[in-house]
């Protein structure tokens, strides 16, 4: 058997991983995870001040991560981004897109204010655009894949978040759009739907407190996922050969919250 | 089924023509509302964009408060692969519709009727994802969550909503929507992708009708039998 595919190696040693968002929450989970299975990591983070910091502790823990300053809504940090990653490592193998804006608390459809939904727009949709079109010739020649982050939202709607809703919905439906586009290339694209404990997670719980309640209650599992221990091996697994025959796939990692798929 | 239902039906093009007469034909009272989409412009508030507000502002003034808002949002004239975009198609393409299909909700919300429904009209891509039409598909998409939040929002006030997913071919341009059907090896079961005066009008009607009060949300595929997952 390929030792790649054995469960519990470093799944992706030699590879190269972009992950927007990298420095707090979910992208750090994801990074530390991937960054444990052997990736080099380049940490895409809005602001360095937070983002060196997360970088230099995962280097300390013996992982190969470094940061490069990248605000997701411009698309010149974009590509400056995937050719830092380029020209540091030689290669790219995976990006994740998981950052987005923050979503606020509840709002009504007749409330929505236009700043709220250029700046959902922008870091969830235009930023996955952009970023695609930048990662694209690099993922090709490595035979890559891109993961992009969606929510069950997305799915089944949300009557407390339209917005966050509509992004996440529409990134799920451009995965798979993706995945069609760029399956010849050898590329793979596919959606995580995550719930985890995240300071964005402690935002929205202040802004909704029977949040964290609701989302308990109709959770089998019975808990909120961790971004490393839940949701960064669910990134490593679409990262790694283990799911080479997958593309435009959604996996949800929430604990069963979610089960309309 | 629903004679003297007052429609305002928003947007333009063959499809929309067609559904205009077929409503016509069943006795709604329509009012379209053409939006002005010079600039691809993504204003989802009164007084942006592309006139939405206005424009159903002034549709309202001549049938009264609607029972039933129908949108069509726009769709790209042929594929374009995602890598070979520009920017500003990709925002036609994907942002544009996404915040038509938003402005509308929220313009017409003050003029509903007691009980009305909203209805968006979008091309079964929505849930197959298409090459060539990934920021079309995308943004149908998010309207679909759309339409699901806004019969969460507002369903306690008993306003409704749905969706109505057709067949491409119908969606989109002529050429270009039967290279965006989602499955290439399996062509509509009951051989036609169907037509909007006769297929998809009738449906719009029924889904005004008091017999289809309890659903919302929901997505009526009307493709002929294409998508039939789940």
């Known amino acids: 058997m390929n030792p790649g595919l054995v469960p519990g190696g470093r799944l992706l040693e030699g590879r190269v991983v972009l992950v927007t968002g990298g420095a707090s929450g979910l992208g750090l989970g ?73 979503t606020g608390g509840p709002t009504r459809i007749q409330d929505v204010a236009q700043d709220h939904w250029d700046a959902m727009v922008a870091t969830a949709i235009r930023a996955t655009f952009e970023g695609a079109r930048a990662a694209h010739p690099h993922l090709r020649e490595a035979g890559g894949s891109m993961i992009l ?10 009557a407390s978040l339209p917005v966050y809703a509509m992004v996440k919905a529409a990134q799920r439906t451009l995965a798979k759009g993706l995945a069609a586009e760029w399956g010849a290339d050898g590329i793979r694209v596919n959606c995580i739907a995550p719930v985890a404990d995240t300071p964005a997670m402690e935002r929205a719980y202040d802004e909704n407190p029977v949040l964290q309640e609701r989302l308990l209650e109709r959770t089998p599992l019975g808990r909120i996922g961790d971004p490393l221990g839940d949701v960064g091996p669910a990134a490593v697994f679409l990262a790694s050969d283990m799911a080479r025959f997958m593309t435009g796939q959604t996996l949800c990692v929430d604990g069963g919250g979610f089960l309309g798929l | 089924m629903a004679d003297g239902t007052r429609t305002l039906l928003v947007g333009d093009g063959p499809l929309v023509d067609g559904l205009h007469d077929g409503l016509v034909d069943r006795g709604h009272v329509v009012a379209q509302v053409v939006p002005v989409r010079t600039d691809g412009g993504t204003g989802i508030e009164a007084g942006t964009g592309t006139g939405i507000s206005t424009g159903i502002g002034a549709g309202v003034s001549l049938i009264g408060r609607p029972d039933l808002v129908v949108h069509v949002p726009p769709v790209p004239a042929s594929p374009v692969p995602l890598v070979d975009q520009t920017t500003q198609r990709w925002v036609e393409a994907c942002e544009a519709p996404m915040a038509e299909a938003f402005a ?35 943004a149908s ?67 005004a009708d008091p017999a289809a009060r309890f659903m919302t949300g929901a997505t009526l595929v009307a493709d002929g039998g294409v998508w039939m997952a789940p």
């Open chain 1, 30 to 102: 994801m990074a530390t995870a991937m960054a444990a299975h052997g990736a080099a990591v380049v940490l895409a983070c809005r602001r360095s001040e937070t983002g060196e910091p997360a970088a230099a502790g995962l280097r300390e823990a013996g992982h190969d991560v470094r940061c490069v300053r990248c605000d997701v809504t411009s698309a010149d940090d974009l590509r400056t981004a995937v050719d830092a990653t380029v020209t540091a490592h030689g290669r790219l193998d995976c990006m994740v897109h998981n950052a987005i804006a923050p």
């Open chain 1, 149 to 158: 982050m969606t929510s069950s939202a997305g799915m089944e709607g949300s």
């Open chain 2, 104 to 138: 509308v909700a929220r313009a017409c919300r003050p003029h509903l009727s007691d009980r009305a429904r909203l209805v968006w009209v979008v091309p079964t891509v929505a849930m197959g994802g298409a090459a060539g039409f990934v920021g079309s598909a995308a």
């Open chain 2, 141 to 207: 998409e998010g309207i679909r969550a759309l339409a699901k939040s806004a019969a969460r929002q507002w369903g306690p006030e008993g306003l409704t909503t749905a969706v109505l997913a057709v067949a491409p071919e119908l969606a989109f341009p002529s050429d270009a929507g039967a290279g965006a059907r989602i499955s290439a090896t399996a062509g509509p079961a009951l051989g036609r992708p169907g037509d909007a005066f006769g297929d998809i009008a009738p449906l719009l009607d029924l889904l």
